[in-house]
């Protein structure tokens, strides 16, 4: 039974600024990868956590089953915020604990969407710490981001 | 059939086209199909245009035929030294003769009805285990685009549905989005398949 694997980085040049998001996504047997695909986008005016927040949910939107999967993320905030803050902004109406509304909050709300159908595994990495798949997600992002520079 | 007047426009524009894309080297699509082969493996550029990945595909070892339906896309591809022929997607008759075949945003000009065909003729020009990477533009219909380039346009399930159906096995898939030399962008999709 081959695993899925998601690689997931965001790009953005000036912040806010032109940006993309890259998403490499592995079915793997053993260590062997049996099948692959890649998407990225971009979008002209953005920031470095909506970038990263929307190659996560375009790797969970792009799964048509529901699948048990590992996402493995370069960003901190994205890694934290859906394994832990988003409880609690949940509990409290999509309010942070100082009471403002959480940044971002329509991309929050679409990744957890998206990780309700599936099994969802959270793992972080340093970026640009010579992960091979790490490299290849930011190769991705940076390509989404091409068009609108 | 093929479009006449998308023949055109290529033929008009072909020197831009191929100011257009020209490259620094081979991108990241076309280098995994290029390591997915043998050196001097012998690879199809279906629809070569003005032969710049067919050169990048001689460069890195490869054996290369080509074919265009436009006639100053032929010339501009054999300017670079690519053994390229003029003919539609139709005049592909080889059985079992390639290792590769590499149909970059040529068969998105052919008419829907017509793609079952041209993948079964893939399929059968291909080695047995032979690579294939297919690359159209992603939407639904059909259309022309502002000057003139008629495509026919395939959601990324749809184009491996297709593949699948001519016997081929899909390997990967790639998605992004670009600038066509339309100016406008356009999202597409690259599929990898073997025989």
């Known amino acids: ?149 | 059939m093929p479009d006449e007047r998308t023949i055109q426009v290529y033929s008009d524009r072909a020197a831009d086209y191929a100011a257009f894309t020209k490259t620094d080297g081979a991108g990241r699509l076309l280098r995994g199909f290029i390591q997915r082969l043998q050196e001097g493996a012998l690879v199809l550029d279906y629809g070569c245009g003005p032969g710049t990945d067919s050169a990048l595909m001689m460069q890195a070892g490869l054996k290369v035929e080509a074919l265009d339906a436009t006639p100053a896309m032929v010339e501009l591809a054999q300017s670079k030294g690519v053994n390229a022929r003029l003919g539609t997607f139709f005049d592909l008759d080889a059985m079992a003769r390639y290792d590769g075949i590499w149909a970059s945003f040529s068969l998105l000009h052919a008419p829907r009805g017509d793609m079952p065909s041209h993948l079964d003729a893939i399929k059968r020009a291909l080695k047995p285990g032979g690579h294939v990477q297919i690359a159209v533009k992603t939407g639904t219909g059909e259309r022309r685009d502002s000057i003139g380039r008629l495509y026919t346009f395939y959601m990324p399930d749809d184009l491996c549905d297709l593949i699948r159906d001519a016997g081929l096995i899909v390997d990967e898939i790639h998605e992004g989005r670009d600038k066509g030399l339309d100016g406008g962008l356009a999202n597409w999709v690259s599929v990898a398949a073997h025989g």
């Open chain 1, 1 to 149: 039974m081959a695993r899925l694997f998601a690689y997931t980085d965001g790009a953005c040049s000036g912040n806010p600024g032109p940006g993309g998001w890259g998403v490499l996504l592995q079915a793997k047997d053993g260590e062997t990868v049996v099948k692959e695909r890649s998407i990225s986008g971009g979008e002209p005016d953005t920031t470095n956590n909506r970038m990263e927040l929307l190659a996560a949910i375009n790797a969970l939107e792009k799964l048509v089953k529901a699948s048990r999967i590992t996402v493995i993320t370069d960003s901190a905030y994205v890694k934290n915020g859906v394994t832990s803050w988003i409880h609690g902004w949940k509990r409290n109406g999509w309010k942070t604990s100082a009471k403002k509304p959480v940044k971002n909050v329509e991309l929050w709300q679409r990744l957890d969407e998206a990780q309700r159908r599936h099994d969802v595994t959270w793992e972080w990495v340093k970026g640009h710490a010579g992960h091979p798949e790490n490299e290849r997600a930011d190769e991705l992002a940076r390509e989404g981001m091409a068009p609108y520079k």
